[in-house]
């Protein structure tokens, strides 16, 4: 079980580890560790027996609003695209 401070600290989270891949120089490595974080995450829904639309609602889509609010409607949607893909990779090998 979560609770709605757990969700939103993940939210966050997810926010957090995109600010820091956009801000920083784009290489290789940087790049596995961005989707090395987002797998924890990954990981973390899965532990807590969400379903696929609770993950969709309650982490995903905030978290693309989230990214253009910040980024704006070019910037955002790309962050959110690399998000997701890393997120559904490590989502759907489980």
């Given at each position: 079980m979560y609770t709605e401070r757990q969700v939103e600290e993940?939210?966050?989270q997810g926010v957090s580890i995109m600010v820091c891949?956009?801000?920083d120089v784009r290489n290789p490595r940087n790049k596995d560790?961005?989707?090395a974080e987002i797998q924890m995450i990954a990981d973390w829904a899965?532990?807590?027996?969400?379903?696929?639309v609770e993950?969709?609602?309650r982490i995903l889509r905030?978290?693309?609003?989230?990214?253009?609010?910040r980024y704006?409607?070019?910037?955002?949607?790309?962050?959110?695209?690399?998000?997701l893909e890393a997120?559904?990779?490590a989502y759907c090998e489980r």
């Open positions: 993940t939210v966050a891949y956009y801000g560790m961005m989707i899965m532990e807590t027996g969400m379903s696929h993950v969709e609602e905030p978290l693309g609003g989230e990214l253009i609010d704006g409607y070019e910037v955002g949607p790309r962050l959110h695209a690399e998000f997120f559904d990779n």
